[in-house]
């Protein structure tokens, strides 16, 4: 134990003196850069290697997970969600951002304006969109005239 302290203490303190005279030559640098680009290939080699046997564990349990879902009549998660959502859907008239739970409640002047907005044809629309762009139009002349 106590060469294995001392071996620690002197071994950094010598490559401290070693790396104080001179500094490293260019062959150093190089090789240091070629060990360096190894390293880092090794590394990515291994993280491809375990990714997919990662992968490949994850596909065999999901055909073991299949087998059993077709064995007992049993729908995948995401099959449910998307089937609960659809119903959820087709319950509140559209899809569930525009007719959300967490949305403000309608006034009863919200409904008014929807339900006579729903009334009215095209041409009333068109005559109320031209009559709203004129009195613009006239607002807009009052300014510069008086200006």
Known sequence: MAAFIAKQMLGNQLSA????GGGESEEDK???????RERLEAIREAEERRAAKHAKMEQE???????????????KREE???EER???????????????????????EELA????AAEQDEF??????????????KAKVDQ???Q
Not at 17 to 20: A, G, K, L, S
Not at 30 to 36: I, N, P, Q, R, S
Not at 90 to 102: F, Q, Y
Not at 113 to 116: C, F, G, P
């Open 17 to 20: 003196v070693q790396n104080v």
């Open 30 to 36: 190089e090789k240091l850069a070629e060990m360096e």
């Open 61 to 75: 349990r999901e055909g073991m997970r299949q087998g059993i879902r077709d064995k007992y009549g049993i729908k």
């Open 80 to 82: 449910k969600e998307a």
């Open 86 to 108: 659809r119903k959820q859907e087709e319950l509140m008239g559209g899809p569930l951002g525009e007719a959300g739970i967490n949305r403000a409640k309608k006034t009863p």
């Open 113 to 116: 304006a929807e339900a006579a």
């Open 124 to 137: 009333t629309k068109l005559k109320n969109t031209i009559e709203t762009q004129v009195n613009e139009m």
């Open 144 to 146: 510069c005239s008086i």
